[in-house]
DNA sequence: ACTTGACTTAGAGCGGGCTTTAAGTGGTAC
DNA sequence: GTACCACTTAAAGCCCGCTCTAAGTCAAGT
């Protein structure tokens, strides 16, 4: 799969595949005799994983420790866990934070109906 | 209220208070006799507005978009209203990916479960 | 053989959101 | 009066995460 493919089916830019690789946010991608990138589907799942954690607000620093500890191999296992259970940790955190700003909002959207109505009372 | 208060009291800095009143993002804060800023206490509101809504996200630009309607007066209500609308859709769905977001890690989270046991067999 | 177009690299550039710097003023403590 | 410290301004700088540029290679089409 060429580096384009891959770029449509998740929605990124080849700029942006490369740039993942060249920080090792993603595993060295294989190279054709001439040169050219050749994505497996494991790379690609690697790029769904990335791309899904980097949309939730993930640090591109965390996510290269990942990959680091993921090519150590499996002695790492139990630190790869950590991380992630700490990752959920972050964004169950900031979910709850959205849902608080989410009911601020709604409060002050009462006020706007009342607001709305007396002003155009007004104007009458 | 000095500017340094308002920072302690909100958790921001004196810079970025008074970076956020330069690109138009709080009201010009009223000044002592020999120029010292001295936040009322609607000025505070309007700190810890968009401070939350920073906080979710919101760009600095958009703020500045309702700061700007806000001080041309009542009629921009209805406006304001819309933009307030269009936040909170762009909030909720926030929140919605980052629900996806968790549902993938805890997948993830079951699978690291079996390959850590799986590990450890093979370590005895 | 030549054009076209997708790929390659290294490295510079950009936008958002602060953050720091430089240079200066004002008010209180000794 | 002078040291000190918090405040002031305009402008430059910084970090993150891309994004773009320049210069070049390669393979297929005509």
Same mark, same amino acid.
């Given at each position: 799969m060429t580096i384009a493919e891959v770029?449509? !089916?998740y %929605? +990124?830019?080849?700029?942006?595949?490369?740039?993942?690789? !060249?920080? %090792? +946010?993603?595993?060295?991608?294989g190279r054709t005799a001439s040169g050219i990138r050749n994505y497996t589907e494991s790379d690609c799942e690697?790029?769904?994983?990335?791309?899904?954690?980097?949309?939730?607000?993930?640090?591109?620093?965390t996510l290269v420790e990942y990959v680091r500890l993921f090519r150590q191999g499996p002695e790492t296992l139990a630190?790869?866990?950590?991380?992630?259970?700490?990752q959920r940790r972050q964004i169950a955190g900031r979910i709850e934070s959205?849902?608080?700003?989410?009911?601020r909002l709604d409060k002050?959207?009462?006020?706007?109906?009342?607001d709305l109505a007396r002003y155009e009372e007004n104007l009458k």
């Open positions: 770029a449509k !089916r %929605g +990124l830019t080849t700029d942006t595949l490369r740039y993942y690789e !060249r920080v %090792g +946010l993603l595993p060295v991608i690697w790029v769904s994983y990335i791309k899904c954690m980097r949309s939730a607000g993930v640090s591109v620093e630190r790869r866990k950590q991380l992630l259970i700490e959205l849902t608080e700003v989410l009911r002050k959207l009462d006020g706007f109906e009342a």
